[in-house]
Structure formats: structure tokens, C-alpha cells
């Protein structure tokens, strides 16, 4: 490559950084077809410069902490048997030899074999935050992120009316489609479709993005997603439901304690 051509590719990923992040306006489609109005992509996620080396850490990250490390081999000193000599020490013209299950026998133990391990890396919120913002601008630059009302038009869940709805607005091999925990109608119509991944927006990650083709939000779940992403908590904050409850019967039992020490004075 000439130097030329570096710097040319220099100043443009020096333009794509300085460049800000702006607002994507994106139709959301209803369950029976057509437009059922529009809604903004925040720049600040939909609209970030892309960081590969980022995300490639951040999904190798991922998915080595998805392997169980249960793997196992046994040493020649936990192999069953082997406890005899196998033959004399001298005068048989064979290398010598102390016990049938060291590794050079068939059936004996493994040298440096695996043993049970973590694979998890660790990996900073901010790093995991900052590729999945890269990752979903990736998709909004190319328009594979949608927005949906329903897919459903009723109150009964329906997969063969979800199909057709996901259908008309994503005709792709694999779509992740992020739906709120509580709408229980939208998991029970798209649960057994196998081109479908179903996540809650608080389990939206950068693999599951990258190995979709196209990434389809409800209207709620595109809310609630983007209020999570642009209210980060601060480290070591406690919210309200982290505190820890009173048990049952607490007011009442500091009630009669107060009773008894008032008693007490008197």
C-alpha cells in the first residue's frame, strides 16, 4: 500500500471519528402491513463509528465464557491398574518399564492432558457498552434495524400471523428480534419460528447482533433499550431494589419493642 493510500484512508477514518453521531428516522411497520408512524434512532447508539479490534475482543470475550471448561483427562497417577511392574527390570532386551499405564501405553495416562477451567475473560462494561453501540450502528448504516408496533393485530398469539408480519419486513435467513419480557404475546407467536432469536432488551449483546442479519425492535423494547443505554449506572450505585427488604412484620415488631422500652422508663 502506498503512503498515498495511507493517508487517504487515515484522514477518512480520521473524518468517520470527528463526524457526529446522527439521529436515523425509521418507519415503524404494523402488524397488517403499512406504516404505523416513525421513531428516532438515538445517533449516540445508532450512530458510532465503528471499532472492529473493540468487538472483536468483546465477542471473543463472549463466547470463550460460554464454553463450561469441563473437560478432563486423567494423569497416569489416576489411571485405574498399573500398580505392578510389567516385567523384570534386567535381561529381557526391552526397555525397562514400571508400570503399564504411563503414557506411552495404550490406555495410560495423558501428559499435559486438559483439566476442568474457567475460560471467562474480563472484560469492562464500558467495552462491552461501546461494542454493541459499534455493532447496531453497523446495522442502522446498512438499514437491517426495524421497528414494529405488533406482530400481532389481537389479543391471541399467532406464529403463522407473526411470520407473515416478520416476513414483510425482514425477509432474511437469521433476525433478532428484541420484544420486553412482559409481552407475552409477541414470545408465544415468534418462540418457534428457527430463523427467530427472541432476547429482552436487557440481553442485547454484540454476537447475537453480528450473526443476525437483520435486528427487529418492538416499539417498547426500542424505548426501553434506549433509556438503559442512555442512563448508565455509575459504579458502586445502589438503586431502590437493591437495597434489601424489611421482612414481614418489621413496623409491627419496632412498634412493640418502642412499647416495651416506653414501659421500661415508667
Avoid: C
Amino acid at each position: 500500500m502506498s503512503a498515498v493510500t495511507a493517508r487517504r484512508r487515515s484522514r477518512a477514518a480520521d473524518d468517520e471519528r470527528s463526524a457526529l453521531p446522527q439521529t436515523r428516522t425509521v418507519v415503524v411497520h404494523a402488524p397488517a402491513g403499512g406504516e404505523g408512524g416513525s421513531v428516532d434512532l438515538p445517533g449516540e447508539i445508532f450512530d458510532v463509528p465503528l471499532n472492529v479490534p473493540l468487538i472483536h475482543q468483546v465477542v471473543v470475550a463472549q463466547l470463550a465464557a460460554a464454553r463450561q471448561g469441563t473437560h478432563s483427562t486423567r494423569t497416569r497417577g489416576e489411571v485405574r491398574g498399573g500398580g505392578r511392574k510389567p516385567y523384570r527390570q534386567k535381561g529381557t532386551g526391552r526397555a525397562r518399564q514400571g508400570s503399564l499405564r504411563a503414557p506411552q501405553f495404550t490406555g495410560g495416562g495423558v501428559v499435559h492432558g486438559p483439566k476442568p477451567r474457567s475460560y471467562d475473560q474480563r472484560t469492562p462494561k464500558k467495552m462491552k457498552a461501546a461494542a454493541l453501540r459499534g455493532a447496531l450502528s453497523d446495522r442502522a448504516r446498512g438499514g437491517r434495524v426495524h421497528v414494529v408496533s405488533s406482530f400481532v393485530s389481537g389479543d391471541a398469539p399467532s406464529t403463522k400471523a407473526a411470520r407473515v408480519a416478520l416476513r414483510t419486513i425482514a425477509d432474511v435467513r437469521r433476525v433478532l428480534v428484541v420484544v420486553d419480557h412482559a409481552d407475552e404475546r409477541t414470545w408465544k407467536s415468534l418462540r418457534n419460528l428457527p430463523s427467530v432469536h427472541l432476547l429482552d432488551p436487557g440481553q442485547l449483546n454484540t454476537y447475537d447482533v453480528l450473526v443476525s442479519d437483520d435486528v427487529v425492535f418492538t416499539r417498547g423494547a426500542l424505548a426501553t433499550f434506549v433509556d438503559r443505554a442512555l442512563t448508565p449506572v455509575s459504579r458502586g450505585a445502589r438503586t431502590a431494589s437493591d437495597e434489601p427488604s424489611a421482612p414481614a412484620g418489621a413496623d409491627a415488631d419496632a412498634a412493640a419493642e418502642d412499647a416495651v422500652a416506653e414501659e421500661e422508663t415508667k
